[in-house]
């Protein structure tokens, strides 16, 4: 049984940073891609950043210039790294990793920015 583990978030002052991390509990096999996705409460869940074999990191346009995703294959992990934050980008981050047809979710972690 693969799991996602997340780490990293917490409560953080508009214009501060905070990175998130995410790992599996288990190495078996390469992910084909990870991401990280973000939900808030009435919302559906939106994709902020992904990192694909053979494509660049993908980012949405709310968080471009601020965030950066990096991926470590041979760990199978993921970060992201978040500066200039918004209260806006309130919500719950979740790791995502796919293999072919096979999908991975963490279980959330908040991020809180105080405005």
């Known amino acids: 049984q693969v799991q996602l583990v997340e780490s990293g978030g917490g409560l953080v002052e508009s214009g501060g940073s905070l990175r998130l991390s995410c790992a599996a509990s288990?190495?078996?096999?390469?992910?084909?891609?990870m991401a990280w996705y973000r939900q808030v409460p009435g919302k559906e869940r939106e994709l902020v950043a992904t990192?694909?074999?053979?494509?660049?990191?993908k980012y949405a346009d709310s968080v471009k210039g601020r965030f950066t995703i990096s991926r470590d294959n041979a760990k199978n992990m993921v970060s992201l790294q978040m500066n200039s934050l918004k209260p806006e980008d309130t919500a719950v981050y979740f790791c995502?990793?796919?293999?072919?047809?096979?999908?991975?979710w963490g279980q959330g972690t908040q991020v809180t920015v105080s405005s």
């Open positions: 990192v694909a074999d053979g494509a660049s990191a």
């Open positions: 288990r190495i078996i096999w390469r992910f084909n891609a």
């Open positions: 995502y990793a796919r293999r072919f047809l096979d999908d991975y």
